[in-house]
């Protein structure tokens, strides 16, 4: 379609959204509904983050006898040169079964695939806890769930400790000292520069959850030593960006195997940088506890024990306990299946569809496994994208539904279309599902029921709203027509590796196919959906929640535009530029506000702004919430009483499993590659002592 053309139709739609606003007959919106009670099986043990583990130097330490075989050998140096100066020492006393003993595997299954190992450059590893166990970020905050409120802050990590210079604008940062990667090089500042000059500040390279100089509200980095730097902000005391140093974002890789191959220090291009580290390249170095030495594609994952892991138990054993970890590349409901049988290990119950097998299942006393419901912390929305400069290249109908999408009546009609009762009910009948009016969850502590605006289902108004956007059925044909005549066509972006995402959407198209709105399916796997959703090729996007919406502190930045590329329904177009609507502006001030203050009162009107702008405007429809359960085998100890499988972080994180165990009598010697070690990065597999 030529320019004319295209602004002529585009000049048409306008008009007809303000000819039909007038008659326009639409119910008030009303406060959200009470969520269906339904209590969490256990609650968390509270304690203050000191209570869990400290920095401290030991007198002596120890490993498993097999490891200290390749200390024999003269293959490592021995246990004590291998950890920092002082290790992270978890405390006993908060280990709900104690220190552990040492062997055993945790099986996995995940229906991800590992691209390649370079995360900085966007690499997926495949998800279901891959990434977890192999990078380390300079917070934690998985374990937040446990921690009482009056010192809720993110928990030191690769970050020792840090400290605000007195107007609040430096935040000076210590890294632990002589710790080390998986291949025994040093772990310091110059890990740090590499990540931030040139992943974070280089706008070639997107790392794969998306951190950004928004994401660190464009701070200034100095290095001061080799284990200190410091981060300069415009504004006082960003307390939130201790919080962005969590998982997935400042989560450092290996300088020194990853900046020979970036194009700023002598690698050959962009492209080469990013599948410098394909899926069979084994033992790449990490700073988490287990190594990747075996990849069979859409088989397994094997990693081994990282034998320079920096964190030890009160009784000074190196940890993980866990030897070995499996990932079985299949399908996420797979994970289910196999967990309540016994076949596998672990799984976050988080699709409703298997809610009820696995329930009868895990009910019976002789079940392998143990299954506990936690808050109700899943979130499905419907995203408009809203992005009319261009994000994604859209053709004339893309451009037209963008226009429409910018539209609050448009927005309106699509809210009052969605019967949500019954989208829960066609996931799974009970209590577990709940209406859901989008924005913050209601398990998160910052949600306000008063804050928030629900548009009931009520098709009346629905098609009041169509009309009132200019939308009216002319041709009689059962779908609304845009002003030049079409039937108007919309485009789902839904991610096709779980079920429940393929079924909400369904839905979706045949809720607004009721209200003359014909929806059409682009469902996608793996990282093409990312792909498209990044890329902004979509029209409509069903989306299962990160973290900003059940924590509302991990991830802040995404819940606005407040840069070019951090929220997920808007970002900037190929030239950097954004066109942001009123309210979303007035989204961008809520967040920055929040951001910008260590004031809880402000914080908590902040984010009460923020709620009522993004509901009332109708951000996202919110589709439907519901509680997830954890599900481990029962052989298992040291797993945290009440870990939600979603939270600040995901299970895989929550149940900090550097520290599980399996008591020796309930091992199952289930081992791939017993008594070996990760080998040199880049070689084949992992190697024996002798
Ligand atoms: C996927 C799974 C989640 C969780 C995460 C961990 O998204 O669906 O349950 O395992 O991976 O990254």
Same mark, same amino acid.
């Given at each position: 379609m030529t320019f004319q053309v295209r602004s002529a139709a585009m000049a048409a739609l306008l008009l007809g959204v303000s000819a039909g606003a007038v008659q326009a007959e639409m119910a008030a919106p009303t406060a959200p509904p009470e969520p269906p009670k339904f209590e969490a099986q256990t609650e968390p043990v509270y304690v203050n983050r000191s209570d869990i583990f400290e920095f401290k130097a030991l007198p002596a330490y120890s490993e498993p006898a097999w490891v200290t075989a390749f200390v024999d050998a003269g293959k490592l140096p021995p246990v004590a040169e291998r950890l920092p100066k002082e290790p992270l020492i978890y405390k006993a006393a908060n280990m709900p079964d104690g220190p552990g003993v040492y062997g055993d595997v945790m099986r996995h299954v995940i229906g991800g695939r590992p691209e390649g190992w370079n995360f900085w450059a966007g690499q997926s590893y495949g998800w279901g806890g891959i990434d977890i166990g192999l990078v380390e970020c300079l917070t934690r905050t998985g374990p937040l769930f446990t921690v009482n409120s009056e010192d809720l802050q993110p928990l030191p990590n690769l970050a020792k400790s840090w400290e605000w210079s007195e107007d609040g604008k430096t935040l000076t940062i210590k890294l632990i000292e002589g710790a080390k990667w998986s291949d025994g090089d040093a772990f310091d500042v110059e890990d740090i520069e590499f990540y931030w000059n040139d992943v974070i500040m280089d706008e070639n390279v997107t790392p794969l959850m998306g951190a950004s100089p928004a994401t660190y509200n464009n701070a200034t980095f100095a290095v001061v030593d080799p284990y200190t730097f410091t981060l300069t902000f415009p504004d006082a005391f960003p307390e939130q960006v201790l919080y962005a140093m969590a998982y997935g974002n400042f989560c450092p890789g290996p300088a020194h195997v990853l900046k020979p191959k970036h194009p700023k220090h002598g690698g050959e291009s962009y492209e080469t940088f990013l599948n410098a580290f394909p899926s069979d390249f084994m033992n790449f170095p990490t700073m988490g506890a287990w190594v990747v030495v075996e990849h069979r594609p859409d088989d397994i994952v094997v990693k081994r024990r990282n034998p320079y892991y920096w964190k030890v138990d009160e009784t000074g054993q190196?940890?993980?306990?866990?030897?070995e970890m499996h990932f079985r590349l299949s399908t996420w409901g797979d994970r289910d299946v196999q967990a309540v049988a016994g076949t596998g290990d672990f799984s976050n119950?988080? !699709?409703?569809? =298997?809610y009820v097998e696995s329930l009868k299942k895990a009910a019976d006393p002789a079940s392998p496994a143990r299954l506990a419901f936690g808050p109700r912390s899943i979130g499905y929305q419907l995203f408009f994208? !809203?992005?009319? =400069?261009g994000w994604g290249e859209p053709d004339a109908r893309g451009q037209a539904v963008r226009e429409l999408n910018r539209n609050l009546d448009f927005r309106k009609a699509v809210t009052y279309a969605m019967d949500r009762q019954r989208l829960g009910d066609s996931l799974v009948k009970g209590p577990f599902t709940a209406p859901y009016a989008g924005g913050l969850l209601t398990s998160t502590s910052f949600y306000d029921a008063g804050s928030t605006v629900f548009y009931s289902f009520d098709e009346a108004s629905a098609k009041g709203a169509l009309e009132a956007a200019g939308l009216s059925d002319t041709d009689g044909n059962g779908v609304v027509n845009v002003a030049g005549g079409e039937d108007l066509t919309v485009t789902l972006l839904v991610n096709s590796d779980y079920a429940t995402d393929g079924n909400l959407a369904e839905g979706v198209v045949a809720m607004m196919s009721d209200v003359g709105i014909k929806v059409t399916l682009n469902s996608l796997t793996g990282k093409d959906f990312d792909n498209a959703r990044d890329a902004g090729a979509w029209d409509w996007l069903v989306l299962r929640n990160n973290q900003e919406y059940v924590s509302a502190v991990q991830g802040t930045a995404n819940l606005a535009p407040i840069g070019p590329m951090t929220a997920v329904w808007h970002r900037a177009n190929g030239a950097g530029e954004m066109d942001l609507q009123p309210y979303e502006q007035q989204l961008v001030d809520a967040i920055k506000a929040f951001i910008g203050t260590r004031d809880p009162a402000a914080r908590i009107e902040a984010m009460k702004t923020w709620q009522k702008t993004f509901t009332e405007n109708v951000t996202a429809v919110g589709l439907t919430s519901y509680p997830g359960a954890l599900i481990i085998n029962?052989?298992?100890?040291?797993?945290?009483?009440?870990?939600?499988?979603?939270?600040?972080?995901w299970a895989e994180d929550n149940i900090i499993r550097e520290r599980v165990f399996v008591p020796a009598d309930q091992q199952i010697g289930a081992e791939l590659h017993p008594q070996t070690l990760p080998g040199a990065p880049g070689s084949a597999g992992p190697i024996a002592a002798n």
């Amino acid at each position: 379609m030529t320019f004319q053309v295209r602004s002529a139709a585009m000049a048409a739609l306008l008009l007809g959204v303000s000819a039909g606003a007038v008659q326009a007959e639409m119910a008030a919106p009303t406060a959200p509904p009470e969520p269906p009670k339904f209590e969490a099986q256990t609650e968390p043990v509270y304690v203050n983050r000191s209570d869990i583990f400290e920095f401290k130097a030991l007198p002596a330490y120890s490993e498993p006898a097999w490891v200290t075989a390749f200390v024999d050998a003269g293959k490592l140096p021995p246990v004590a040169e291998r950890l920092p100066k002082e290790p992270l020492i978890y405390k006993a006393a908060n280990m709900p079964d104690g220190p552990g003993v040492y062997g055993d595997v945790m099986r996995h299954v995940i229906g991800g695939r590992p691209e390649g190992w370079n995360f900085w450059a966007g690499q997926s590893y495949g998800w279901g806890g891959i990434d977890i166990g192999l990078v380390e970020c300079l917070t934690r905050t998985g374990p937040l769930f446990t921690v009482n409120s009056e010192d809720l802050q993110p928990l030191p990590n690769l970050a020792k400790s840090w400290e605000w210079s007195e107007d609040g604008k430096t935040l000076t940062i210590k890294l632990i000292e002589g710790a080390k990667w998986s291949d025994g090089d040093a772990f310091d500042v110059e890990d740090i520069e590499f990540y931030w000059n040139d992943v974070i500040m280089d706008e070639n390279v997107t790392p794969l959850m998306g951190a950004s100089p928004a994401t660190y509200n464009n701070a200034t980095f100095a290095v001061v030593d080799p284990y200190t730097f410091t981060l300069t902000f415009p504004d006082a005391f960003p307390e939130q960006v201790l919080y962005a140093m969590a998982y997935g974002n400042f989560c450092p890789g290996p300088a020194h195997v990853l900046k020979p191959k970036h194009p700023k220090h002598g690698g050959e291009s962009y492209e080469t940088f990013l599948n410098a580290f394909p899926s069979d390249f084994m033992n790449f170095p990490t700073m988490g506890a287990w190594v990747v030495v075996e990849h069979r594609p859409d088989d397994i994952v094997v990693k081994r024990r990282n034998p320079y892991y920096w964190k030890v138990d009160e009784t000074g054993q190196q940890l993980p306990y866990l030897d070995e970890m499996h990932f079985r590349l299949s399908t996420w409901g797979d994970r289910d299946v196999q967990a309540v049988a016994g076949t596998g290990d672990f799984s976050n119950l988080e !699709q409703p569809e =298997n809610y009820v097998e696995s329930l009868k299942k895990a009910a019976d006393p002789a079940s392998p496994a143990r299954l506990a419901f936690g808050p109700r912390s899943i979130g499905y929305q419907l995203f408009f994208n !809203q992005s009319a =400069n261009g994000w994604g290249e859209p053709d004339a109908r893309g451009q037209a539904v963008r226009e429409l999408n910018r539209n609050l009546d448009f927005r309106k009609a699509v809210t009052y279309a969605m019967d949500r009762q019954r989208l829960g009910d066609s996931l799974v009948k009970g209590p577990f599902t709940a209406p859901y009016a989008g924005g913050l969850l209601t398990s998160t502590s910052f949600y306000d029921a008063g804050s928030t605006v629900f548009y009931s289902f009520d098709e009346a108004s629905a098609k009041g709203a169509l009309e009132a956007a200019g939308l009216s059925d002319t041709d009689g044909n059962g779908v609304v027509n845009v002003a030049g005549g079409e039937d108007l066509t919309v485009t789902l972006l839904v991610n096709s590796d779980y079920a429940t995402d393929g079924n909400l959407a369904e839905g979706v198209v045949a809720m607004m196919s009721d209200v003359g709105i014909k929806v059409t399916l682009n469902s996608l796997t793996g990282k093409d959906f990312d792909n498209a959703r990044d890329a902004g090729a979509w029209d409509w996007l069903v989306l299962r929640n990160n973290q900003e919406y059940v924590s509302a502190v991990q991830g802040t930045a995404n819940l606005a535009p407040i840069g070019p590329m951090t929220a997920v329904w808007h970002r900037a177009n190929g030239a950097g530029e954004m066109d942001l609507q009123p309210y979303e502006q007035q989204l961008v001030d809520a967040i920055k506000a929040f951001i910008g203050t260590r004031d809880p009162a402000a914080r908590i009107e902040a984010m009460k702004t923020w709620q009522k702008t993004f509901t009332e405007n109708v951000t996202a429809v919110g589709l439907t919430s519901y509680p997830g359960a954890l599900i481990i085998n029962k052989r298992f100890a040291n797993i945290p009483a009440g870990a939600p499988i979603f939270m600040y972080n995901w299970a895989e994180d929550n149940i900090i499993r550097e520290r599980v165990f399996v008591p020796a009598d309930q091992q199952i010697g289930a081992e791939l590659h017993p008594q070996t070690l990760p080998g040199a990065p880049g070689s084949a597999g992992p190697i024996a002592a002798n």
